[in-house]
């Protein structure tokens, strides 16, 4: 089956018009397709300038609908006609197929592609590589900054420890300030209790030397009253010697009495001078003991002064004392308050510092990891320009065999399409087979049809026959020549 062929214009020229239809470029303002209606033959006018694109093998969905119609119908057509559509059709699509490959075999194949993938994969490896080397500098940067923050993390957590020893010696000096206030305090309050028993012992003297003072004047009064006493003995016993001298001339009997009570008298009178001596002394000796106890109640009496001031200064410096013990204990509790406050921002510095130092440790670890990965992907990227490197001599390779193949499809191509010569020879042939068949067939139907003229006579004259009454014996059949040798085109 052949399709006829139209001249065409120059495919250069995609305004040319057709052959035949120069007078239809006035409908076409853009000219009219290279390529005929595979329909209608008629050319087909373009609807914008020339431009990108498949051009169309149809004028219009019209033909386009008749012309898939017309196919259907002969794809689907009993025999070798449908078979010879089918490989036609077939042929058709492997060479549409082919193009395409050879297309692309083209574009993949040639300097401009193989370039234009060795550019991509160039610009894909700089890209690798340059963001291998910003993630490498930004590891970097990120480990400096860990660096410096780990650096002032050990800074802060000197300087916390610093502090905390100052806090600690601070601590130490309050407790210390504190220890000599309580001490003071404790020697005010020593020296308070000792002035409490001196002032009481003060006042146990004053009462001592008063109670000697008075026991001295009832020893002078009672020496005086004595000495009285005695002088009065003296003067009744001057009296009695004088009356004895008097009355010794009275009586010798009384001279004795009178003797022995002059000796009385001078015993009791050198008693009694002996007892006014006594009384002297006594009263010189309490009236010592009065002007000791005196002086020893002046001195007690200054004494408690002393003491009292004493107690007033001790109380006024056991109070300063407290005072400054408060004071002591206060600065001692902020001292403690502080340095607790310090030992918690040392304990949270060095926490900051032991977190600082995970982060550097963390950081130099992201930094390594970094290293590492942009290693790997200098080593991946230099992998991959090896393995594109490779690719490319297989895909020289595979161009080479795609060209082989090439050539082989268009060799196939070419015995496909001598295949199709030959099977358009065939099916010229088998046409004219057909043609003579339906020759046939028509003079076979010609003949059919007078065999089926010739028919009718026949069946009549079998009904005559049927109606003929069968020969007696002794009678003969007698044949009617032309009736019995006729037959039917079935029977030949």
């Known amino acids: 089956m052949t399709t006829e062929k139209l001249p065409l214009s120059d495919p250069t020229d995609g305004t040319a018009p057709v052959e035949g239809h120069e007078d239809e470029g006035q409908d076409a303002p853009y000219g009219y397709w290279p390529d005929p209606c595979a329909n209608c033959g008629k050319a087909i006018p373009r609807e914008k300038a020339m431009g990108a694109g498949r051009p169309p093998e149809y004028c219009s969905k019209d033909c386009q609908n008749e012309k898939k119609a017309a196919r259907a119908r002969e794809r689907n057509a009993p025999g070798l006609p449908g078979q010879l559509i089918r490989v036609e059709e077939t042929v058709t699509r492997i060479e549409q197929v082919a193009a395409d490959m050879r297309v692309e075999l083209g574009k993949i194949n040639s300097p401009e592609g193989i370039e234009a993938r060795l550019a991509a994969a160039r610009a894909a490896n700089a890209n690798d590589v340059s963001q291998a080397n910003q993630k490498a500098v930004q590891a970097q940067a990120e480990a400096a900054a860990a660096r410096a923050e780990a650096q002032q993390a050990h800074a802060d957590r000197e300087a916390a420890e610093a502090a905390a020893e100052r806090d600690r010696t601070a601590r130490e000096e309050a407790n210390d300030a504190w220890e000599v206030a309580e001490q003071k305090a404790r020697a005010a309050a020593l020296a308070q209790r000792e ?132 004071d002591a204990r206060r600065e001692r509790d902020t001292a403690i308050g502080q340095a607790v406050e310090h030992s918690r921002q040392r304990v949270e510095a060095e926490k900051r510092a032991e977190k600082a130092d995970g982060r550097a440790d963390q950081e130099k670890a992201r930094a390594d990891r970094a290293e590492q990965r942009a290693e790997d992907r200098i080593a991946a990227a230099e992998k991959r320009r090896d393995a594109l490197a490779a690719e490319l001599a297989e895909e020289r390779e595979l161009r080479r065999r795609a060209e082989r193949e090439h050539a082989a499809a268009q060799q196939r191509a070419e015995d496909e399409k001598q295949r199709a010569e030959k099977m358009e020879s065939a099916n010229t042939k088998l046409g004219a087979e057909l043609r003579s068949f339906g020759r046939q067939i028509d003079e076979r139907d010609a003949e059919l049809r007078e065999l089926r003229s010739r028919k009718t006579p026949a069946r009549r004259k079998k009904a005559a026959e049927s109606d003929t009454p069968e020969p007696g014996e002794g009678q003969e059949a007698i044949d009617v020549p032309g009736v019995a040798e006729e037959t039917t085109p079935d029977e030949r």
């Open 195 to 326: 002035a409490q028993q001196a002032a009481e012992a003060a006042k146990t003297a004053r009462a001592e030397a008063e109670d000697a003072a008075a026991a001295a004047v009832s020893r002078a009064d009672e020496a005086d009253r004595i000495a009285a006493q005695a002088v009065a003995d003296r003067d009744s016993a001057t009296n009695q010697r004088d009356q004895a001298r008097q009355a010794a001339a009275a009586a010798k009997a009384v001279t004795e009495e009178a003797v022995r009570a002059r000796g009385e008298a001078e015993e009791r009178a050198e008693s009694a001078e002996r007892a006014r001596q006594d009384a002297v002394r006594a009263r010189d000796e309490a009236e010592r003991i009065r002007d000791e106890a005196v002086t020893r109640a002046e001195a007690a009496t200054a004494a408690q002064t002393r003491a009292e001031r004493e107690k007033e200064e001790l109380t006024a410096g056991y109070r300063s004392a407290m005072e400054e013990a408060a």
